[in-house]
T-cell receptor, first 117, second 113 residues
Framework: GAGVSQSPSNKVTEKGKDVELRCDPISGHTALYWYRQSLGQGLEFLIYFQGNSAPDKSGLPSDRFSAERTGGSVSTLTIQRTQQEDSAVYLC???????????????FGPGTRLTVL | AQSVTQLGSHVSVSEGALVLLRCNYSSSVPPYLFWYVQYPNQGLQLLLKYTTGATLVKGINGFEAEFKKSETSFHLTKPSAHMSDAAEYFCAVSDSGTYKYIFGTGTRLKVLA
């Protein structure tokens, strides 16, 4: 079946502009995650959605970052007033969300490469 | 707090040689451990995972890893490297019952002809 998809694959923007990044999770997956991958760094957790529960936003680096998930499926990560340090690859992952059944494997999308000039 | 350390940000091996990528973790509870691979301009793909049971875990593409609790390690190995193995490899840890993965900083594997 289809995996996690993300759009756009590349985004170049000017400093100060707002950007929206989209993630389509695997059908039936109730959990959705956003990560940021900066050059030479590991993956930095940003936000986690699980079903209808309040999201875990503990990883968002500033109030310029926000995310929503409509209808329990598609998610949008919005970065307002972009800065050059926001340049990175933004990865989305989804999982079944069945934590109570043990490990809940995350499946990743191809990412969106954001470049802020 | 959990953490993951991957020794060596870059590893080079000759084609046909043993691949050994190191991962050490810290966790206050029995962990779940993962290895992911990332090919250029692609997302992360799960190679293998350890949850419970057998400590030697076999994954895709001939890779395997062994969970050693006494050494808090989960090193990734492959007996014979192939050119197509060139990629970046990430180790991750998750406490059982939680959704948060902590990732290492990655090891870029180069395979020399």
């Amino acid at each position: 079946g289809a995996g996690v998809s993300q759009s756009p694959s590349n985004k170049v923007t000017e400093k100060g502009k707002d950007v929206e990044l989209r993630c389509d999770p695997i059908s039936g997956h109730t959990a959705l995650y956003w990560y940021r991958q900066s050059l030479g760094q590991g993956l930095e957790f940003l936000i986690y959605f699980q079903g209808n529960s309040a999201p875990d936003k503990s990883g968002l680096p500033s109030d310029r970052f926000s995310a929503e998930r409509t209808g329990g499926s598609v998610s949008t990560l919005t970065i307002q007033r972009t800065q050059q340090e926001d340049s990175a690859v933004y990865l989305c992952a989804s999982s079944l969300g069945a934590i109570n059944l043990g490990v809940d494997t995350q499946y990743f999308g191809p990412g969106t490469r954001l470049t802020v000039l | 707090a959990q953490s993951v350390t991957q020794l060596g940000s870059h590893v080079s091996v000759s084609e046909g040689a043993l691949v050994l990528l190191r991962c050490n973790y810290s966790s206050s509870v029995p962990p779940y451990l993962f290895w992911y691979v990332q090919y250029p301009n692609q997302g992360l793909q799960l190679l293998l995972k350890y949850t419970t049971g057998a400590t030697l875990v076999k994954g895709i593409n001939g890779f395997e890893a062994e969970f050693k609790k006494s050494e808090t390690s989960f090193h990734l190995t492959k007996p014979s490297a192939h050119m197509s193995d060139a990629a970046e490899y990430f180790c991750a840890v998750s406490d059982s019952g939680t959704y948060k993965y902590i990732f290492g900083t990655g090891t870029r594997l180069k395979v020399l002809a």
